[in-house]
């Protein structure tokens, strides 16, 4: 029998360690001195802990670990798939978040772009006809919506104007915190669409916020969808 210092340098672990296994029923020692409060433990005390740091190496988390110690094989392989799946997940978007932070540093941005989804909307609005995106520049202070491949150019709010629902949609979305900074930010945007491979599939919508202290922003909405093989 050995006691919890011997045992901790057997297996690599800390006294502390074994102290917490011992409180949350992880790892019991196989007796207790009553008049010392030494704990002891044995060969099965050490294969025990030996299976639970097996277990963490896998990337189980010690609240499942519990459950499986006793468990059979077929249940421990089980759990072990599972978190092999959210291992890989978790590593798919950090490789996804080094990209992008490799991409802002080679191209800054002025936004960072993030998928969001938006709510279905319904508006009033009055239809524009324009040659270029140039000229809506200034043509709207509150909610301008534009098209890149439908009839009309771009349309601006208005109470006396035509009724027109958005739906539900997918939308990637870049807050430009002055209105200054619209154009380069849109510009910035689609060049992030691109680059991630999305489409267009629907009316962009350009909203212009302001507060009670005079502050103004504004939030760029353009709903996309996977670009195709084909395209």
Known sequence: ?????????????????????DRTGLLRPAAVDHLTG?????????????RIRA???LGLP?????DLLD???????????????????DLAALTATAAEAEHYLAEPLTVVPRPATAAARRLKVRR?????????AGLCQATLLTWLDGPFAAAVADEGGEP?????????????????????AGHDLFTWLDRHGFRVAGPALE?????????????????VGERSAVE
């Open 62 to 66: 010690l609240r499942d670990i519990a």
């Open 55 to 57: 277990l963490q190496r």
């Open 1 to 21: 029998m050995w006691r919890i210092g011997r045992l901790a340098r057997m297996a690599g672990v800390s006294e502390r360690t074994l102290r917490h296994y």
């Open 128 to 136: 524009l006809d324009a040659a270029h995106p140039s000229e809506l």
């Open 38 to 50: 030494y704990r002891w433990y044995g060969v099965a005390e050490l294969s025990r802990l030996e």
């Open 207 to 223: 909203e212009h916020l302001l507060d009670e202290s005079g502050g103004h922003a504004v939030v760029l909405d353009i709903p």
């Open 164 to 184: 027109l629902t958005l739906p539900a949609r997918q939308v990637v979305r870049a807050v430009v915190p002055t209105p200054e900074g619209v154009v380069r």
């Open 71 to 89: 468990a059979p094989e077929t249940e421990t392989r089980r759990a072990v798939a599972e978190t092999l799946e959210r291992l890989r997940a």
